[in-house]
């Protein structure tokens, strides 16, 4: 071959792989589907279309000269060819073969991708003899088949042969096809024939054919173009899911059961391309051409201002002009009135006044002229408008998607979850064609995947424990997407387990000072489910990056509120619980207030704003516990937003304060500001990397100046401000000698120590040093400690051998464990040992492992 | 020929003639140093900030602005000196300075912006002025000084003979310490 048809196989194979994940991706999901769908014709569409999709696969393959993953379609395709004529019954062993084998097609594509050169035959090999092996032992009826097959594909892989009934089906889809995908149709027609040649012949005939696409340059348009056509010709034929932009248009031939996942793109940025259909794109295209009528406009406009710049020029020129000779008369007559000619004042005289007569028509056409400028950049604002907004709204509606296109996933997700912790669970989806933002469904991905591992792992019990209670062993998990009024749709994921043990709740959230005893008594469970969403709330007694931390469910609830959603629990003690994602359709655009502090402008979402009011000096209470002031009657902690939000001080105003009192969940707190500018309609645009998350932001938008202006997060602010408020009462308890903690540092660089030493020192506590575990040893013999902070690379003894030896002697001292690696080997032997939390010296943040002191002693 | 030179004084002064010529020619013959192929060459752009000169290689650069409406981000370490939107996209502005805790002497003045990128990674270094495009042989280029210690040793390439910094971009955009990843904890 030479390098510009490597070059083209690769190109060639770059556009398999994307278009393969899809495929597996839909395959996957039918295989889970046939095992959680009753309907036997239900059934027999899904067969039909997964047999369908590994006999286009199988034929890509081919193609890009994947002949190990060619013979696994093949096979594959055996299976549902037997299965569609009944030969075959779907059992759990075979559910198990087939799953496991499209997952390892799904690891070989992944690998695929990120290396062009690599071989596929390496890993498939395996794949292919334990189907074989399988399949035979899974099913004694098929096996001779199986078998004899087996034989034939051995020798010759590039021309696996076929039972008759399956080459008939072969040359039924060919035909069914045909009309479909023309470029491809060519090359399997080619392929048709060459069944009578030899493996020679066809070797070098499949060149050919790479040749005959090398050399047309038009290929790769005609394909893309054909498929947008062909899926838009296909609807007739198909069931009304095929009308979404995100049907596949093979499917679009065959009718689909309404729930079917036939969506063909997937959500993951790296391969990311979506299918839309052409009369959107030719709505938008007719947008785009009134923006056109919107440039020349503006172009007319800018004439017609230079214009009128140029008669003012004209008009200033005259009157300087003018003004000399005044002025000029005016100091011969200050100097001597009786000597100047009255000829000369006459003519001075004449001069202004043919000037002002001039100027009188000049100024009257510059105002009328004026005045028409004016009402058409009006009208240029409304066109403009009206306008962008129509393209704005356009252009959202290219990026809806069905829900299937995340929901694909979860099935595979909650098979794989519930065979890991030996639950039974049968998954429903329902929904899934409801349109919703792609942007929208990117960022609910992760918040639902969440919320379905927490059903999958807490809610749903075991099914011996579901039998003891009378429940059918197996769980139920439904995923149902509803659309809702105003633009708005809920994901409800609901599972039929044992429900929130809401003691359990409440005695974590009593453990990690979430709440005290008394209160935790008095709460209803209405009042103590949320709880859950607490961010330090967690069910894992060690303290780790974000698992330990009971992050994950507050995260959730982050994500969905950062998409301007709301994420809703409801549960009941033995009958299971629900999760209500609330979200926007599309990525919203929110009111908002701009307010300036500390010379930047800033914003804040106006839902959020509860009242904007001026405050007299002295009407802000100062006390211990901070300052406050009284707002309708209550009293509300009262601050500067630049010091919570750690912005240079501004000058105050001497006799009044601007206020705004924030509002999120139940917090409350009044912010002073230096001025308040007005609300708008504000576009979130998330930070850019390496901003990953700021605390008190939530997002910037650009303003109409072309600034970028920081959106604040008001659940964070009220935090920070409360921890703020905290703060300055707490030096006086601190102080007290009974309060001093001690706390040993073992690290063997004397740099690390010494950091450690004061930054701990500075925080109140008492420190000692030691340069290795054996010496820590020694000291923790001698003298008690309240905890210990200890790196993991040491000589002598290692950080975990140190907590393992710690541990052993049956001290509960608190241990923290420092390292420079981020190694999850190293956590989880620390964790084993004993350790209580964990710190990466590279993420090094001495407020965060502070934190973490104050919360473990 | 009517010349006030005698015959001896007017050879002299052809051979004069001659030797200048002969010089300017061996001048004008000699191969024009920027042609001289030299192998290990990189191409960096150098900017100038609070008096030191530092360089990255042209490669890691997207573009050079001016630096206006930059817009601080509230509660980020010093060294982000705000957000700027570049056509619509929003690029995150660093001061190098303070990322390697160097003491602030003189006073910057922030006239530009460097955009580097390197993979997912895109932002811009401030620089008082950037003073254009040069090659640095490699074999120039010396490791950091041991005065250097610390944080910022590890970002350098390494320090050319007549003193610029030259930056390790991709090092730089690759290292956690970039990253802000903060929450208010309860």
């Given at each position: 071959?030479t390098?510009?048809?490597?070059?083209?196989?690769?190109?060639?194979?770059?556009?398999?792989?994307?278009?393969?994940?899809?495929?597996?991706?839909?395959?996957?999901?039918?295989?889970?589907?046939?095992?959680?769908?009753?309907?036997?014709l239900?059934?027999?569409?899904?067969?039909?279309?997964?047999?369908?999709?590994?006999?286009?696969?199988?034929?890509?393959?081919?193609?890009?000269?994947?002949?190990?993953?060619?013979?696994?379609?093949?096979?594959?395709?055996?299976?549902?060819?037997?299965?569609?004529r009944?030969?075959?019954?779907?059992?759990?062993?075979?559910?198990?073969?087939?799953?496991?084998?499209?997952?390892?097609?799904?690891?070989v594509?992944?690998?695929?991708?990120?290396?062009e050169?690599?071989?596929?035959?390496a890993?498939?090999?395996?794949?292919?003899e334990?189907?074989?092996?399988?399949?035979?032992?899974?099913?004694?009826?098929?096996?001779?088949?199986?078998?004899s097959?087996?034989?034939?594909?051995?020798?010759?892989?590039?021309?696996p042969?076929?039972?008759?009934?399956?080459?008939?089906?072969?040359?039924?889809?060919?035909?069914?096809?045909?009309?479909q995908?023309?470029?491809?149709?060519?090359?399997?027609?080619?392929?048709?024939?060459?069944?009578?040649k030899?493996?020679?012949?066809?070797?070098?005939?499949?060149?050919?054919i790479?040749?005959?696409?090398?050399?047309?340059?038009t290929?790769?348009?005609s394909?893309?173009?054909?498929?947008?056509?062909?899926?838009?010709?296909?609807?007739?034929?198909?069931?009304?899911?095929?009308l979404?932009?995100?049907?596949?248009?093979?499917?679009?031939?065959?009718?689909?059961?309404p729930?079917?996942?036939?969506?063909?793109?997937?959500?993951?940025?790296?391969?990311?391309?979506?299918?839309?259909?052409?009369?959107?794109l030719?709505?938008?295209?007719?947008?785009?051409?009134?923006?056109?009528?919107?440039?020349?406009?503006?172009?007319?406009?800018?004439?017609?201002?230079?214009?009128?710049?140029?008669?003012?020029d004209?008009?200033?020129?005259?009157?300087?002009?003018?003004?000399?000779?005044?002025?000029?008369?005016?100091?011969?007559?200050?100097?001597?009135?009786?000597?100047?000619?009255?000829?000369?004042?006459?003519?001075?005289?004449?001069?202004?006044?043919e000037?002002?007569?001039?100027q009188?028509?000049?100024?009257?056409?510059?105002?009328?002229?004026?005045?028409?400028?004016?009402?058409?950049?009006?009208?240029?604002?409304?066109?403009?408008?009206?306008t962008?907004?129509?393209?704005?709204?356009?252009t959202?509606?290219?990026?809806?998607?069905?829900?299937?296109?995340?929901?694909?996933?979860?099935?595979?997700?909650?098979?794989?979850?519930?065979?890991?912790?030996?639950k039974?669970?049968?998954?429903?989806?329902?929904?899934?064609?409801?349109?919703?933002?792609?942007r929208?469904l990117?960022?609910?991905?992760?918040?639902?995947?969440h919320?379905?591992?927490?059903?999958?792992?807490?809610?749903?019990?075991?099914?011996?424990?579901?039998?003891?209670?009378?429940?059918?062993?197996?769980?139920?998990?439904?995923i149902?997407?509803?659309?809702?009024?105003?633009?708005?749709?809920?994901?409800?994921?609901?599972?039929?387990?044992?429900?929130?043990?809401?003691?359990?709740?409440?005695?974590?959230?009593?453990?990690?000072?979430?709440?005290?005893r008394?209160?935790?008594?008095?709460m209803?469970?209405?009042?103590?489910?949320?709880?859950?969403?607490?961010?330090?709330?967690?069910?894992?007694?060690?303290?780790?990056e974000?698992?330990?931390?009971?992050?994950g469910l507050?995260?959730?609830?982050?994500?969905i509120?950062?998409?301007?959603?709301?994420?809703?629990?409801?549960?009941?003690?033995?009958?299971?619980?629900?999760?209500?994602?609330?979200?926007?359709?599309?990525?919203?655009?929110?009111?908002?207030?701009?307010?300036?502090?500390?010379?930047?402008?800033?914003?804040?979402?106006?839902?959020?704003?509860?009242?904007?009011?001026?405050?007299?000096?002295?009407?802000?209470?100062?006390?211990?516990?901070?300052?406050?002031?009284?707002v309708?009657?209550?009293?509300?902690?009262?601050?500067?937003?630049?010091?919570?939000?750690?912005?240079?001080?501004?000058?105050?105003?001497?006799?009044?304060?601007?206020?705004?009192?924030?509002?999120?969940?139940?917090?409350k707190?009044?912010?002073?500001?230096d001025?308040?500018?007005?609300?708008?309609?504000?576009?979130?645009?998330?930070?850019?990397?390496p901003l990953?998350?700021?605390?008190n932001?939530?997002?910037?938008?650009?303003?109409?100046?072309g600034?970028?202006?920081?959106?604040?997060?008001?659940?964070d602010?009220?935090?920070s401000?409360?921890?703020?408020?905290?703060?300055?009462?707490?030096?006086?308890?601190?102080?007290t000698?009974?309060?001093?903690?001690?706390?040993?540092?073992?690290?063997?660089?004397?740099?690390?120590r010494?950091?450690?030493?004061?930054?701990?020192?500075?925080?109140?506590?008492?420190?000692?040093?030691?340069?290795?575990?054996?010496?820590?040893?020694?000291?923790?013999?001698k003298?008690?400690?309240?905890?210990?902070?200890?790196?993991?690379?040491?000589?002598?003894?290692?950080?975990?051998?140190?907590?393992?030896?710690?541990?052993?002697?049956?001290?509960?001292?608190?241990?923290?464990?420092?390292?420079?690696?981020?190694?999850?080997?190293?956590?989880?032997?620390?964790?084993?040992?004993?350790?209580?939390?964990?710190?990466?010296?590279?993420?090094?943040?001495?407020?965060?492992?502070?934190?973490v002191?104050?919360?473990?002693? | 020929?009517?010349?006030?030179?005698?015959?001896?004084?007017?050879?002299?002064?052809?051979?004069?003639?001659?030797?200048?010529?002969?010089?300017?020619?061996?001048?004008?013959?000699?191969p024009?140093?920027?042609?001289?192929?030299?192998?290990?060459?990189?191409?960096?752009?150098?900017?100038?900030l609070?008096?030191?000169?530092?360089?990255?290689?042209?490669?890691?650069?997207?573009?050079v602005?001016?630096?206006?409406?930059?817009?601080?981000v509230?509660?980020?370490?010093?060294?982000?000196?705000?957000?700027?939107?570049?056509?619509?996209?929003?690029?995150?502005?660093?001061?190098?300075?303070?990322?390697?805790?160097?003491?602030?002497?003189?006073?910057?003045?922030?006239?530009?912006?460097?955009?580097?990128?390197?993979g997912d990674?895109?932002?811009?270094?401030?620089?008082?002025?950037?003073?254009?495009?040069?090659?640095?042989?490699?074999?120039?280029?010396?490791?950091?000084?041991?005065?250097?210690?610390?944080?910022?040793?590890?970002?350098?390439?390494?320090?050319?003979?007549?003193r610029?910094?030259?930056?390790?971009?991709?090092?730089?955009?690759?290292d956690?310490?970039?990253?802000?990843?903060?929450?208010?904890?309860?």
């Amino acid at each position: 071959m030479t390098s510009s048809e490597e070059a083209f196989l690769k190109k060639l194979r770059a556009a398999f792989v994307g278009e393969a994940h899809e495929q597996i991706e839909r395959i996957s999901s039918g295989l889970s589907q046939l095992t959680s769908i009753a309907d036997e014709l239900a059934r027999q569409v899904i067969i039909e279309n997964t047999f369908r999709e590994l006999h286009n696969m199988k034929g890509s393959a081919r193609a890009v000269n994947l002949l190990t993953l060619e013979a696994v379609c093949q096979l594959l395709e055996d299976v549902f060819a037997e299965l569609k004529r009944e030969e075959r019954k779907v059992t759990p062993r075979l559910m198990d073969v087939l799953h496991e084998s499209v997952d390892s097609v799904s690891g070989v594509l992944t690998k695929l991708e990120a290396d062009e050169s690599f071989q596929e035959s390496a890993d498939l090999e395996g794949v292919l003899e334990r189907l074989q092996k399988n399949l035979e032992i899974s099913d004694k009826k098929s096996a001779d088949h199986v078998r004899s097959e087996q034989s034939h594909s051995e020798p010759s892989r590039t021309e696996p042969s076929r039972s008759e009934q399956s080459r008939s089906e072969e040359s039924r889809l060919e035909q069914s096809r045909s009309e479909q995908e023309q470029s491809i149709v060519e090359l399997s027609r080619t392929e048709t024939n060459e069944k009578q040649k030899s493996p020679d012949e066809k070797e070098e005939s499949a060149e050919s054919i790479l040749n005959s696409f090398a050399f047309d340059p038009t290929w790769q348009e005609s394909t893309t173009q054909g498929a947008l056509q062909d899926a838009l010709k296909t609807i007739p034929q198909g069931s009304p899911d095929s009308l979404l932009p995100g049907s596949h248009a093979s499917s679009g031939l065959f009718s689909t059961p309404p729930q079917s996942f036939t969506t063909a793109s997937t959500i993951d940025s790296t391969r990311e391309s979506i299918r839309i259909p052409a009369a959107r794109l030719d709505e938008l295209l007719m947008r785009a051409e009134d923006m056109l009528s919107l440039k020349i406009m503006s172009r007319q406009h800018n004439h017609d201002l230079n214009n009128v710049g140029f008669k003012f020029d004209h008009y200033t020129r005259d009157l300087s002009k003018i003004y000399a000779d005044v002025r000029a008369a005016r100091q011969l007559i200050d100097r001597d009135l009786a000597s100047v000619e009255e000829l000369f004042i006459e003519s001075v005289l004449g001069k202004v006044l043919e000037f002002l007569d001039l100027q009188q028509q000049q100024l009257s056409a510059l105002s009328a002229q004026l005045t028409t400028l004016k009402t058409g950049s009006l009208n240029d604002y409304r066109v403009a408008s009206s306008t962008v907004d129509t393209f704005l709204e356009n252009t959202k509606k290219l990026l809806m998607m069905p829900a299937s296109t995340m929901l694909e996933l979860m099935p595979k997700l909650v098979r794989d979850l519930a065979r890991e912790l030996g639950k039974e669970i049968d998954l429903t989806i329902s929904g899934s064609a409801i349109q919703l933002d792609k942007r929208v469904l990117a960022q609910v991905k992760d918040p639902l995947v969440h919320i379905l591992r927490n059903s999958i792992d807490h809610g749903m019990e075991k099914p011996e424990a579901r039998a003891e209670s009378g429940k059918s062993p197996r769980g139920t998990l439904t995923i149902s997407v509803l659309q809702q009024e105003g633009n708005t749709v809920e994901i409800v994921v609901t599972d039929d387990g044992a429900g929130i043990n809401i003691e359990r709740v409440k005695e974590i959230a009593v453990k990690n000072n979430l709440i005290d005893r008394q209160r935790a008594d008095a709460m209803t469970d209405e009042e103590a489910i949320p709880l859950i969403f607490q961010s330090s709330f967690s069910t894992s007694s060690t303290i780790s990056e974000i698992s330990g931390r009971g992050l994950g469910l507050a995260i959730a609830k982050e994500n969905i509120e950062h998409l301007g959603g709301r994420l809703i629990v409801e549960s009941r003690r033995g009958l299971g619980t629900t999760f209500r994602i609330k979200l926007p359709v599309t990525v919203a655009t929110f009111r908002g207030v701009l307010i300036k502090c500390s010379d930047e402008i800033l914003i804040v979402p106006t839902s959020d704003m509860e009242r904007l009011v001026k405050v007299k000096k002295e009407q802000v209470k100062t006390s211990d516990s901070g300052q406050t002031i009284e707002v309708d009657g209550q009293e509300v902690p009262f601050l500067r937003l630049n010091h919570v939000l750690e912005l240079p001080t501004s000058p105050a105003n001497s006799t009044h304060h601007l206020v705004m009192v924030l509002r999120h969940s139940e917090a409350k707190c009044a912010f002073e500001i230096d001025d308040v500018l007005e609300e708008q309609e504000i576009l979130v645009k998330k930070l850019a990397k390496p901003l990953v998350r700021v605390r008190n932001v939530a997002g910037v938008t650009v303003l109409g100046s072309g600034k970028p202006s920081a959106i604040l997060n008001v659940s964070d602010l009220l935090k920070s401000a409360t921890k703020m408020a905290a703060l300055k009462v707490r030096p006086e308890t601190d102080k007290t000698p009974a309060a001093v903690k001690r706390i040993l540092v073992v690290d063997d660089t004397i740099t690390a120590r010494i950091l450690m030493k004061n930054i701990l020192e500075s925080a109140g506590y008492l420190i000692k040093t030691a340069n290795d575990g054996a010496e820590a040893l020694k000291l923790l013999e001698k003298e008690q400690f309240d905890l210990l902070v200890t790196d993991i690379e040491m000589p002598k003894m290692n950080g975990i051998e140190l907590t393992a030896a710690v541990r052993e002697r049956g001290q509960s001292v608190p241990i923290i464990l420092v390292t420079s690696m981020t190694d999850q080997h190293f956590r989880e032997k620390g964790t084993e040992a004993g350790a209580d939390a964990f710190f990466v010296k590279s993420s090094f943040d001495q407020n965060n492992l502070l934190d973490v002191i104050k919360r473990l002693i | 020929m009517d010349t006030p030179f005698t015959k001896a004084e007017q050879e002299n002064l052809q051979a004069m003639k001659r030797a200048v010529l002969k010089a300017r020619a061996r001048v004008l013959a000699k191969p024009h140093k920027r042609i001289e192929i030299k192998t290990d060459l990189i191409e960096v752009v150098e900017f100038i900030l609070s008096g030191e000169t530092y360089a990255v290689r042209t490669s890691d650069i997207r573009e050079v602005h001016y630096l206006k409406d930059v817009t601080r981000v509230p509660s980020t370490p010093a060294f982000i000196v705000g957000v700027i939107s570049l056509r619509g996209q929003i690029i995150v502005v660093i001061d190098i300075r303070r990322f390697f805790d160097l003491p602030q002497t003189e006073l910057s003045v922030f006239n530009k912006v460097v955009i580097v990128e390197k993979g997912d990674v895109i932002v811009g270094f401030t620089a008082d002025e950037v003073s254009g495009v040069r090659q640095i042989e490699q074999s120039t280029i010396q490791p950091s000084l041991a005065t250097l210690a610390g944080k910022r040793a590890k970002f350098l390439r390494g320090i050319t003979t007549d003193r610029v910094t030259i930056l390790d971009v991709e090092k730089m955009l690759q290292d956690r310490e970039l990253l802000v990843n903060e929450q208010v904890d309860n």
